[in-house]
């Protein structure tokens, strides 16, 4: 898969911008400030449904501006597809595909995109809901339906949630509750079906991770995937004295029910806890995957630069992943302002490891930073506007 041409028009800083794409690598040089990170940030939004870099899209419409537009036309097994997505200040998002309106959930079945991003840092040392959404958001370009299953998941979360807060208000013993039940049924079908599928993603993942990790630092730390999973008493509340380094770790298998079963088991022995606090205390929500480094959990005792070093790698393992089993091809692979931060020899073997994917997109604020065989096709950024311009690298 690759994008043939990205326009934008009241995105970030960018009135309009129309950037030309080729096959394999694609480098986007400007000084801080300029706007090529907001170019690759569109293109993430459209296969993720989220920004790298904000949690609020609507930071991504130009100022002063009601709306913002990313187009991008696309190629794969000689197919062209144009994917565009409206992002309203007011109002619900819009998508569309060969001008054709579709759910905006939708938009990641046509397009296929993993970035690494300085931000990506927060996956090792930030708090769980990132590596929630990573995997979220890898099961989705793997599997779409998957998009609704989490929709569905926090829809009823959200609503037994406001009935145990009601409940405490009104002092309603969890006898007395029978509605609760009908949401428990609801949240055990849907978060069973979550929690099996980031088991098998997160057992998929781990050789891609070891291989990505090794070629990348030429070393075996032996990189590792760990469920933290609440409803076998993981909880990543502070106050209540969870020691992730210690998690359980279960092997959930494809048997539906047995992850149902431990489900029920949980709600039913957290059923009074939730009455006090008014919250759902169990299920893929409160979940957390534990990053190993030298059988050590990498959060708080990885190094910057091992830290650095895995999310990389396990953002290169998805992308492994994905073109593992993807029938449109390659992911398009985005590498927003990395190489700044890597040594010449893992600059090296950087550009070693990504050198057979169709696309990658790379931003740099200093050309002398990329790689000689990646500067081929440059593009120069400069506030706001676009100039294209091969490269004299050299």
């Given at each position: 898969?690759?994008?043939?041409?990205?326009?934008?028009?009241?995105?970030?800083?960018?009135?309009?911008?129309?950037?030309?794409?080729?096959?394999?690598?694609?480098?986007?040089?400007?000084?801080?400030?300029?706007?090529?990170?907001?170019?690759?940030?569109?293109?993430?939004?459209?296969?993720?449904?989220?920004?790298?870099?904000?949690?609020?899209?609507?930071?991504?419409?130009?100022?002063?501006?009601?709306?913002?537009?990313?187009?991008?036309?696309?190629?794969?097994?000689?197919?062209?597809?144009?994917?565009?997505?409206?992002?309203?200040?007011?109002?619900?998002?819009?998508?569309?595909?060969?001008?054709?309106?579709?759910?905006?959930?939708?938009?990641?079945?046509?397009?296929?995109?993993?970035?690494?991003?300085?931000?990506?840092?927060?996956?090792?040392?930030?708090?769980?809901?990132?590596?929630?959404?990573?995997?979220?958001?890898?099961?989705?370009?793997?599997?779409?339906?998957?998009?609704?299953?989490?929709?569905?998941?926090?829809r009823?979360?959200k609503?037994?949630?406001?009935?145990?807060?009601?409940?405490?208000?009104?002092?309603?013993?969890?006898?007395?509750?029978?509605?609760?039940?009908?949401?428990?049924?609801?949240?055990?079908?849907?978060?069973?079906?979550?929690?099996?599928?980031?088991?098998?993603?997160?057992?998929?993942?781990?050789?891609?991770?070891?291989?990505a990790?090794?070629?990348?630092?030429?070393?075996?730390?032996?990189?590792?995937?760990?469920?933290?999973l609440?409803?076998?008493?993981?909880?990543?509340?502070?106050?209540?004295?969870?020691?992730?380094?210690?998690?359980?770790?279960?092997?959930?298998?494809?048997?539906?029910?047995?992850?149902?079963?431990?489900?029920?088991?949980?709600?039913a022995?957290?059923?009074?806890?939730?009455?006090?606090?008014?919250?759902?205390?169990?299920?893929?929500?409160?979940?957390?995957?534990?990053?190993?480094?030298?059988?050590?959990?990498?959060?708080?005792?990885?190094?910057h630069?091992?830290?650095?070093?895995?999310?990389?790698?396990?953002?290169l393992?998805?992308?492994?992943?994905?073109?593992?089993?993807?029938?449109?091809?390659?992911?398009?692979?985005?590498?927003?302002?990395?190489?700044?931060?890597?040594?010449?020899?893992?600059?090296?073997?950087?550009?070693?490891?990504?050198?057979?994917?169709?696309?990658?997109?790379?931003?740099?604020?200093?050309?002398?930073?990329?790689?000689?065989?990646?500067?081929?096709?440059?593009?120069?950024?400069?506030a706001?506007?676009?100039?294209?311009?091969?490269?004299?690298?050299?």
């Amino acid at each position: 898969m690759r994008v043939t041409h990205l326009s934008l028009t009241d995105f970030r800083n960018y009135a309009t911008a129309e950037v030309g794409l080729v096959p394999g690598p694609n480098l986007i040089v400007g000084r801080n400030g300029q706007g090529k990170t907001n170019l690759v940030e569109a293109l993430g939004f459209l296969s993720t449904l989220s920004s790298h870099r904000v949690s609020n899209d609507k930071a991504m419409i130009r100022a002063g501006r009601d709306a913002g537009i990313i187009r991008a036309r696309l190629e794969y097994n000689g197919r062209d597809i144009l994917a565009e997505v409206q992002l309203n200040r007011t109002g619900q998002n819009r998508a569309q595909v060969n001008r054709s309106v579709i759910k905006i959930r939708d938009l990641p079945r046509y397009f296929s995109s993993v970035v690494f991003a300085p931000e990506d840092l927060a996956l090792v040392r930030g708090d769980p809901s990132g590596r929630r959404k990573f995997l979220d958001q890898l099961l989705v370009l793997r599997n779409p339906r998957l998009a609704a299953v989490l929709s569905d998941y926090d829809r009823v979360l959200k609503q037994r949630n406001t009935l145990l807060k009601s409940a405490r208000s009104s002092g309603v013993r969890g006898n007395q509750l029978s509605t609760l039940d009908i949401w428990d049924d609801r949240l055990v079908e849907f978060g069973s079906e979550i929690i099996d599928e980031r088991a098998k993603l997160v057992q998929q993942l781990g050789e891609p991770l070891r291989a990505a990790y090794r070629a990348v630092v030429n070393e075996d730390h032996g990189p590792a995937l760990v469920a933290s999973l609440s409803i076998l008493g993981a909880d990543e509340d502070a106050d209540l004295g969870m020691d992730k380094s210690s998690a359980s770790s279960v092997n959930v298998g494809p048997v539906e029910s047995t992850t149902n079963e431990i489900f029920r088991i949980a709600l039913a022995g957290l059923r009074k806890r939730e009455l006090e606090r008014g919250i759902t205390l169990a299920g893929p929500h409160r979940d957390d995957l534990v990053f190993m480094l030298n059988s050590l959990p990498a959060k708080g005792y990885a190094s910057h630069g091992e830290s650095w070093s895995f999310a990389l790698s396990l953002k290169l393992a998805s992308a492994a992943l994905l073109r593992q089993d993807s029938a449109s091809g390659d992911p398009v692979l985005i590498l927003d302002d990395v190489f700044a931060e890597l040594d010449l020899d893992r600059r090296a073997r950087l550009a070693a490891a990504i050198g057979s994917f169709e696309q990658v997109l790379i931003t740099a604020a200093v050309l002398e930073d990329v790689p000689k065989a990646l500067v081929a096709n440059t593009i120069h950024i400069h506030a706001g506007q676009v100039q294209s311009g091969t490269a004299n690298h050299g």
